[in-house]
Every structure is written in C-alpha cells, then in structure tokens.
C-alpha cells in the first residue's frame, strides 16, 4: 500500500469558483492533499460536493481558481494549455463513467488513441495497444468495434486505454456507475490488479461498497475534505503502540456507528483502517 | 514528430469522412463545381490569348501595333456589345501613319482599315465578310500567304482585290477564282490573288483574314470621301532594334503630333497578345465571377458540414483533449480534414473543368489552353477554400471544453 514517500501529487489551498456574482460558488473551498506513488485513493461524498471537479483539476481538464498544484515535482498549475494536454498525454490516464471510447474506432485502436499525443509511430502505437490488451484478457477482441462489447468488457478497454501511455497517475470518475454489480465487482478487480502492479489510482465513487478496493478512502463536503483514512491511520499509530490488542474489533465498532450517524442515508462503509472519525474531521476543518 | 502527427491527422479524417460517405462526396461536389467553372473559363480565355500569343511569336518579336487607346472596360457595357467607340473616328491619321514610317527604326508599317460595305458576286451576298484597306506591306508583317495570284502592291490598278480563302467559295463557289469579278458597293473589283486559308478567325488585327476582301489604301479612301479611316497600323521595326525603347519613341512621336493627348497606344511584344476583344473580357469576366460565387458556395457548404461533424463527434473531441491533445492538434486535424475535401474537390472540378472546356471548344473556332499556371489557380484555389472555411469550424472544435464534451450524451 501507500509504503511509497515520493508524492505524486500536491495540492495545496486548492479552489474552484463556478459563476459570478450573486451565482458565485465554490466547487472546491480550499482542498489541500498529498497523493503518494502507489495509493489507491477513493474519493466518496454526496452529489455536488465536488469530486469531480477535483479529478478534472487533478486531470488538468479544468484549472484551479486559486491554489497550487504540483504534479511529479512540477507546478502544473501555471502551465500553458498545451503542456497541459502534453502532461495529459504522458502523465495521466482517464477512465470515464461512460466509458468514451469514439465509435468509429476498434478496440485496439480506441486503446492506442493517447499514444497518438505522445508521439510514438502506428505500429509502435498498435504493438504497445495489443500487449495492454493481452493483460486485460482482451486479446481476441482487438478487432471488435465497442458497440459489439459488454459494458464490462467497454470498461476494461477504457482501463486498458488509460495505461497504455504507462501514466504515473490514473483517474477514475464512477468508473463502475453504468455497469450492474458483477461487472463493477470485475473492473474493481482489475483495477487493484492495476494498483498491485504500482500504479497511482485516484477513483470517485457513490458507491460505499467499492471502497473495500482502496487503499485511503477521501469523503469530501461542499467543497472540502471532510474525512481521510490517513489521517486516522496516522493518530492511530500512537494508541496503536500503547494497545496493541482489540485494535481491530473496536475500530470497526466506532466507525460504524460514527458513519451511521453522520449519513444515515449511506450504509456502513467498510474501511480498511478506519478510526476516530470525529478528531479526523476536527483535524479537517482547522487546516 | 510533426510529420507522423499529420499522418495520424490524414488517417483520422480519411476514417471520418469514409464514414460519412455520402455527404463527403455532396461536399466534395461542391467544391468541384466551382473549381470546374474557373478551370473551364481559364482555359477558354487562356487558349485565345495563347493563340494570339503564337500568332506574334511566329511574326517575330519586332512587331509593334498602334491602335487607339482603348476606352474604360466596364460591366455597364455588357449589355450593348457594341461598343461606344465601334463608329467613332479614330484618331489615326495618313500623316501619322507617314510619321512612323519616316522613323529610322521603322522598317514596315501598313495601315488597317475596314469599311463596311455589302460584297456581292451576282446574287452571292455572304453574310460574313470584311473589307480591308491596306498598303502592300502587310503580307510581309503579317506574314499573309498566298494560294494564288499575288497580293496588292504599288503597281497593281486600283479596282484590284485579294480575298480570303472562304470568302471566294462563298462568292464563287471555289477558290480558284483569280481574274473573277465581284461588286463592293456596286463598283467591280477584280480577284488578282487568293489568300491561303489561315483559319485564324481571332487575332490581333480583329480581322478574319478568311473572310476579308483586301484593297488597296486609296480604293478604300474613295469608299470613304477621300479621307483615311485607320483603326490599327502594324509596324515592324528594323532587325535588332530595342522594341522598349522603339516602342517609346513611336509613342513620344504620335502624342507629339497629337497636341500630347494620349489617345493612341503603341504595343510591343506579349501585349499584343492581350485579348483585343473587350467583349470577351467582359464575357469572361463575368463568369469568373459566377464561377467564384460558386466556389464561396462550395467553400460554405464545407465549414457546414464540418460544422456538423464537429457537433456530432463533441464526445470524441473531449476524449482526445482528455488523452493529451492540445487544442492546435484538434485544430490541425479538422483543418486537414476540410483541406482533403477541398483539394479532393480541386482535383475533380480541374478534371471536369478541362473536360467541359474540350466540350465547349468543338462549337468555339480555338482549343482551351493546357498550363500548369492553370492547375495551379486550381490548387491554390481548392487548397485555398478549404483552409479558409475549415479554419472557423476548426476553431470552434479546438475551443470545445473537455469536461463539457465529455458530459454529453450521459
């Protein structure tokens, strides 16, 4: 897991102002986070808390009104539009809701599509394409046009499509939201199969029960992060050297009860390392 | 690098526009149209101005032709063919005419003037034919062939004609007709020579030599009171002499004997080959426009279909943007992709154009002329077209915003 110190990503003070005037609202109010090589992040919150709208900065989709954002080192925030998509190209793999894959493409093709920015010659291109397909078990549908695909198998493309260009960053917006329960539970396997291998996964979700893949669960409110694993991981190592025992047991209790109360709506979140919600938040709000 | 991105920017906008099969080739049938159009009228226009062009090569480049100024073309005088100026006096005069034979360079000069008048040859009245006056020298500047008999000279009775070719068959049914007699204006000529078919009915002296009856200088004056009427003279200078500066020289002379009005011109050289008929001009003229109206036409009906296009594949522009294509590299595809309509259009429109200009020059008496000046007007033009209207629907699908693009069709 998130063994790694090299960050990733940096984001610092981060804000997205939509409208003006009267209609002025902060999409996002200020975000700060650190993304490390190899974490598998969840981002989870009620609609229009601004999920998206951070994935899409973190994308360089969309630019942060004020706020800084340093991406393998650099600071992206203040880069032309066209090192923008030149970082998209090489550093940043996309897999949509809606999976995206232009119609009048074949498989391979649709999954070779970002090697075109980067500059890598059409054999090349459709050599490199085939082999990410082969890891997917995709091999026999090189030649399928997506309409003859499942939903499923449209998704492991879009994945494949996504690490074709080898990003240090993978970006995932409801990436099962179209797809019935067993083909989600697939894809999620694929991804952690993905993260496994090292990779960097940011996800946004509605769904609680994919979180159980991820690695450090973020839920975000009106803007803000309002809870992060860890956080928690971090304050409980402290107690964790003092109790060794029933760690575990009582953990679980208290972040069940303390979700249920938060969000009745939701149901319990299972969480690999959740604690002490109530001081994580706290410790939220004051930075 | 930039190289295999166009390669990649040719595949993508032959993929889409194979898609779109038929309202590519309707696009491209656009443009052709226009550019057809443009390329029929050039080279039409261009195969007269070419023929004349051969026609003062074969004379040498020591001819020089003084001819009236040519009045303003304007459109206004489309619609009366004749122009204002067809019966007025010209300002040539015999004593001009003797001016410039007296200039030390001037080798030859002969006076062109045609008079109307009805030939006849008892009850054969063709209904084409010219009469010219002249003085001998112009079967040596224009280099005149004779079938038979001999031209005009200073010794030859007045009374005497030389005709062209078709004109005698038309007169007398043949054109062995030396020592036959015909009417012009009710007084008898007599054929001393018949003049070789030339089947040159444009030229630069605007005289259809097949079709003319040619008299001596003072015959023609006695049809006309007397007075000299001389619409063009054709000169030739000495071997060697510096036509630019011969050419000055004529000029600085006649305004001189015309109190400085400039109202002759002297031509050298390839403005002679410049049409002589402002009809035509006109005529051409006004195609081109038509044929530029309708290339615009083609030209819109690409950003119209590109603009399509774009609206139809704003998720696929998104998702490139989203895997690393920059706003000039989504520019730079759709410009490619309008430009292979266009040129597409180019090269069929130039095709069809010279197709339909072979067509139009078996009922017209020239050939259209084949120059690569004319392919590329066609390219540039295509190539022209398509850059101009890709260019805003271009703009537009660069402009496009990802995240907006994306969302559509959830």
């Known amino acids: 897991m998130s063994k790694s110190t090299t960050p990733v990503i940096e984001l610092k003070g981060l804000k997205r102002r939509f409208g003006v005037g009267d209609a002025e609202q902060y999409a996002l109010d200020g975000v700060d986070l650190t993304v490390k090589k190899g974490e598998f992040i969840a981002i989870m919150g009620p609609s229009g808390c601004g999920k998206t709208t951070l994935l899409n900065i973190i994308g360089l989709l969309d630019r942060a009104t004020d706020g ?19 970082v998209r190209a090489h550093q940043i793999g996309f897999v949509f809701q809606n999976f995206n894959l232009v119609e009048r493409l074949n498989v391979i093709e649709n999954v070779a599509l970002p090697l075109t920015y980067s500059h890598v010659s059409h054999l090349k291109r459709l050599e490199r394409a085939s082999e990410m397909l082969k890891t997917f078990h995709l091999g026999e549908r090189e030649y399928y046009m997506p309409w003859q695909l499942s939903g499923g198998q449209t998704q492991r493309v879009a994945i494949a499509r996504a690490l074709v260009n080898d990003p240090s960053i993978i970006l995932a917006d409801e990436p ?51 809870s992060d694993t860890k956080d928690i991981v971090v304050e409980e190592k402290k107690p964790a050297a003092k109790r060794p025992l029933g760690k575990a047991t009582k953990t679980t209790k208290a972040t069940k009860t303390k979700t249920t109360k938060k969000r009745a709506t939701t149901k319990a979140k299972p969480k690999k390392k959740p604690a002490k919600k109530t001081t994580a938040k706290k410790k939220e709000a004051n930075t | 690098m930039i190289g295999s991105l166009m390669v990649d920017h040719y595949r993508t906008a032959k993929q889409s526009l194979e898609r779109a099969r038929a309202r590519t080739l309707l696009t491209i049938s656009g443009v052709a149209i226009g550019v057809a159009s443009i390329t029929t009228i050039l080279a039409l226009s ?92 112009l079967a040596s500047i224009n280099q005149l062939k004779l079938r038979d008999g001999q031209f005009i000279d200073s010794v030859t009775l007045e009374n005497t004609a030389v005709i062209g070719a078709q004109l005698s068959v038309d007169l007398f049914g043949t054109e062995q007709t030396i020592g036959r007699t015909f009417l012009i204006r009710g007084q008898t000529f007599t054929v001393i020579g018949v003049l070789k078919r030339l089947n040159q009915p444009i030229n630069f002296n605007s005289i259809d030599y097949d079709y003319a009856a040619i008299i001596g200088f003072n015959s023609g004056k006695l049809f006309n009171d007397g007075v000299a ?21 004529l000029t600085a002379e006649l305004a001189a004997r015309h109190d400085d009005q400039e109202d002759i011109s002297v031509l050298v050289g390839e403005d002679i080959s410049r049409s002589s008929n402002q009809f035509f001009d006109l005529i051409s003229l006004a195609f081109s426009s038509i044929a530029g109206i309708a290339l615009f036409v083609g030209g819109i009906g690409i950003m119209n279909i ?9 998720r696929e522009i998104g998702l490139r943007k989203a895997v690393g294509a920059s706003n000039g590299t989504i520019m730079m595809q759709f410009i490619i992709e309008s430009l292979i309509i266009s040129v597409l259009g180019g090269l069929m429109g130039y095709i069809l154009g010279y197709f339909m ?24 033009l295509s190539i022209g077209v398509g850059m101009l209207f890709g260019l805003y629907p271009a703009w537009r699908a660069a402009r496009k915003d990802p995240i907006e693009s994306l969302r559509r069709y959830h």
């Open chain 2, 357 to 380: 200009a072979f067509i139009i020059s078996m009922f017209i008496p020239y050939d259209p002329l084949l120059s690569w000046q004319i392919a590329a007007v066609a390219a540039v």
């Open chain 2, 46 to 137: 261009g195969g007269i101005s070419s023929i004349v062009a051969q026609q003062v090569e074969e004379i040498g480049p020591n001819l020089a032709v003084v001819r009236p100024m040519d009045t303003a073309t304007s459109l206004a005088s489309l619609n009366n063919p004749v122009s204002q100026n067809a019966y007025t006096t010209s300002p040539l005069t015999e004593t001009d005419l003797a001016a410039v034979r007296k200039l030390p360079s001037t080798e030859a000069a002969a006076p062109l003037m045609t008079i109307s008048a009805s030939i006849r040859a008892g009850d054969e009245r063709p209904n084409k034919s010219t009469l010219v006056a002249t003085s001998p020298d």
């Open chain 2, 306 to 314: 590109m603009l399509v296009g774009i609206s139809e594949r704003t």
């Open chain 2, 229 to 249: 009427q001389i619409q063009q003279i054709n000169v030739l200078a000495k071997e060697g002499t510096n036509m630019n500066a011969y050419k000055k020289e």
């Open chain 1, 68 to 86: 800084e954002y340093v991406l393998d080192g650099r600071n992206v925030e203040d880069f032309s539009s066209s090192r923008h998509a030149k």
């Open chain 1, 176 to 226: 099962t939201g179209n797809l019935d329960s067993r083909s989600s539970h697939v894809i999620m396997e694929e991804l952690s199969e993905v993260h496994k291998k090292g990779n960097t996964i940011i996800m946004v979700t509605h769904n609680p029960n994919l979180t159980t893949y991820a690695s450090r669960v973020i839920t975000m409110l009106d803007g803000r992060i309002d």
